[in-house]
């Protein structure tokens, strides 16, 4: 059923990476092993995100995504573009499978002084908006605390940002430049990926958390700020959403828990228009902690994604979001009563719909 909303966010949404048809795949291939140039490569990028938005506006979708075809890894697009990022092992978050087999991946961090010398997205933007026919285009990047949780204190050099907070101005200052010129390009829908504060739910990762010295609720309202720092000179035309993944590798994933650890600052003082949450298995926990969520404000979205390497990205699900101050004004007297009746509301207004979609954190 096509979108009947004329702005974002919309009823129904795409996430994240679409699975990468198996041409695109092998031309990548191919383009490592020296045997086919950058450019033909990226013709094929064009034609495969050309299939794709086909793909998406036949559906109806309200938001249209690329699918991060460009991206070798969702969040590389950020590193990639910074000069100065290295990666490191040692990272929190080690992602686990059903079979109980673990895979440690490198994170990010600091090894000289950030600064953005061009765009992160605005390259895939531009083509995007300029195939789009129906929908509104909507372009995702890394949320700033994925550049600092899995690592913590180790995210830096120390040598180069002895001050940490020295280092987190250089974050927020690149997200606002990047902003500001996706702006520039008639960017009215910005979504930011985020697995760092769905991680810091898990116990086992807070444990981890303090034993390297820090405290996980601090993150929290450190990482709230960083955030708000990041968009907070993006125009009132633009919608910014914030999808919350506790990882996807091959089916595995990075973290348990459900959200009451970091609910009230998240839905209160995070500064966004949508809130795209991952809710499709029970690691993400119970619908409780959606009686945070303010009767009158933004909106809030649950969404469901396929968690196994065998899932189809043409018949499985994606995400949804209900407007807030459109749904949750009907519910505000049975919230104000106790916290069950209101946790019970959130998630009937926040209940996922199915659409086609894949996310590949």
């Known amino acids: 059923m096509p979108n009947l909303r004329l702005n974002p966010p919309f009823r129904v949404e795409h996430v994240g990476s679409f699975l990468r048809p198996e041409r695109l795949l092998d031309a990548a291939r191919k383009v490592k092993a020296g045997t086919v140039t950058a450019e033909a490569f990226r013709k094929i990028q064009d034609e495969a995100i050309v299939e794709l938005v086909r793909f998406e506006e036949g559906l109806g979708l309200g938001s249209i995504t690329d699918g991060e075809y460009r991206r070798r890894l969702w969040s590389a697009g950020f590193f990639d573009a910074v000069p100065g990022f290295g990666l490191r092992e040692g990272a929190l978050g080690a992602f686990r499978n059903e079979q109980g087999e673990v895979t440690t991946v490198p994170s990010p961090y600091a090894k000289q002084r950030l600064k953005r010398t061009r765009g992160i997205a605005t390259d895939e933007f531009s083509y ?126 990075m973290a348990e828990g459900g959200y009451e650890p970091i609910a009230d600052k998240l839905f209160n003082a995070v500064d966004v228009d949508a809130y795209f949450l991952e809710y499709d298995t029970a690691r993400a926990g119970d619908f409780k902690p959606l009686r945070f969520v303010p009767s009158t404000s933004r909106s809030c979205s649950a969404w469901s994604a396929p968690r196994r390497p065998s899932s189809n990205p043409r018949t499985s699900s994606s995400g949804a979001s209900a407007k807030r101050r459109n749904t949750c004004r009907s519910s505000s007297s049975a919230s104000r009563r106790n916290a069950a009746s209101r946790a019970a509301a959130a998630a009937a207004r926040c209940s996922p719909w199915t659409t086609r979609g894949a996310r590949s954190s």
């Not at 509104?136 to 700033?144: A, G, L, M, N, R």
């Not at 697995?195 to 010295?213: F, I, M, Q, S, Y």
């Open 128 to 253: 995007l908006k300029s195939v789009v026919k129906k929908g509104v285009p909507k372009i995702t990047i890394p949320s700033p605390p994925v550049m600092h949780f899995f690592l913590g204190p180790r995210a830096v050099d120390e040598a180069v940002y002895p001050d940490i907070e020295v280092y987190f101005d250089d974050l927020t200052r690149i997200y606002r430049e990047e902003v500001a010129d996706l702006a520039k390009l008639g960017c009215t829908y910005l979504q930011l990926d985020d697995t760092a504060l769905p991680c810091n739910c898990d116990d086992h990762v807070r444990d981890e958390v303090k034993k390297r010295g820090e405290d996980p609720d601090k993150l929290t309202v450190t990482y709230t700020r960083l955030i708000n720092d990041a968009i907070r000179d993006r125009p009132k035309t633009m919608t910014v959403g914030i999808h919350l993944c506790r990882g996807n590798l091959k089916g595995a994933w």
